[in-house]
C-alpha cells in the first residue's frame, strides 16, 4: 500500500489513473507506469525542490535471484501494457533486459541475480506466464 499526501485539485488524477496492482513484489516500476499513463493526457512537471520521505521496503532483503525475477517480469508486463509492439519497441525492450542483466553480471558479478534475470525474462516475455498475464 502507497500513502500519498496529494493536493486536492490533482487527487481526481489518482483516482483516474489508479496504481496498478497485478504489479508483484514491491511493485517495482510502479512509479514509471504511473507516470507514463498519466503523461498521455496531461503535461508532467520536474520540480527539482521536491522532497520525498522513503521508507525502508522489505526488498532490500530479499534474495537477489527472486528479486531480479520480479524485475524483469514487471518490466516486461509494463512493456506490454503501455508501449507498441513493433519491431523497435521489442528491440528497445530486449536491449534493457540485457542492459540489467550485463550490469549485474560485469559490475556486481552476481549470478544469482543473472539467474534471476533469465527466469524473468523467460516467465514474463517468452512464456508470458505469472499474474501479469491474467488480465492485461
Given at each position: 500500500?502507497?500513502?500519498?499526501?496529494?493536493?486536492?485539485?490533482?487527487l481526481?488524477?489518482?483516482?483516474?489513473?489508479?496504481?496498478?496492482?497485478?504489479?508483484?513484489?514491491?511493485?517495482y516500476?510502479?512509479?514509471?507506469?504511473?507516470?507514463?499513463?498519466?503523461?498521455?493526457?496531461?503535461?508532467?512537471?520536474?520540480?527539482?525542490l521536491?522532497?520525498?520521505?522513503?521508507?525502508?521496503?522489505?526488498?532490500?532483503?530479499?534474495?537477489?535471484?527472486?528479486?531480479?525475477?520480479?524485475?524483469?517480469?514487471?518490466?516486461?508486463?509494463?512493456?506490454?501494457?503501455?508501449?507498441?509492439?513493433?519491431?523497435?519497441?521489442?528491440?528497445?525492450?530486449?536491449?534493457?533486459?540485457?542492459?540489467?542483466?550485463?550490469?549485474?553480471?560485469?559490475?556486481?558479478?552476481?549470478?544469482?541475480?543473472?539467474?534471476?534475470?533469465?527466469?524473468?525474462?523467460?516467465?514474463?516475455?517468452?512464456?508470458?506466464?505469472?499474474?501479469?498475464?491474467?488480465?492485461?
Amino acid at each position: 500500500n502507497i500513502s500519498l499526501v496529494v493536493d486536492l485539485p490533482f487527487l481526481d488524477i489518482f483516482i483516474k489513473y489508479e496504481f496498478d496492482e497485478k504489479l508483484e513484489g514491491y511493485s517495482y516500476m510502479e512509479d514509471i507506469d504511473f507516470s507514463y499513463r498519466v503523461s498521455r493526457e496531461y503535461k508532467l512537471i520536474y520540480q527539482p525542490l521536491a522532497k520525498l520521505n522513503h521508507y525502508a521496503t522489505t526488498y532490500k532483503n530479499s534474495d537477489d535471484r527472486a528479486l531480479r525475477r520480479m524485475m524483469v517480469q514487471n518490466h516486461s508486463y509494463i512493456f506490454r501494457k503501455n508501449l507498441r509492439q513493433d519491431l523497435i519497441h521489442i528491440y528497445a525492450h530486449l536491449l534493457s533486459i540485457l542492459g540489467i542483466f550485463l550490469y549485474n553480471l560485469i559490475l556486481w558479478k552476481n549470478l544469482r541475480a543473472c539467474l534471476g534475470i533469465l527466469e524473468g525474462f523467460w516467465y514474463g516475455t517468452i512464456q508470458k506466464q505469472g499474474p501479469y498475464f491474467k488480465k492485461l
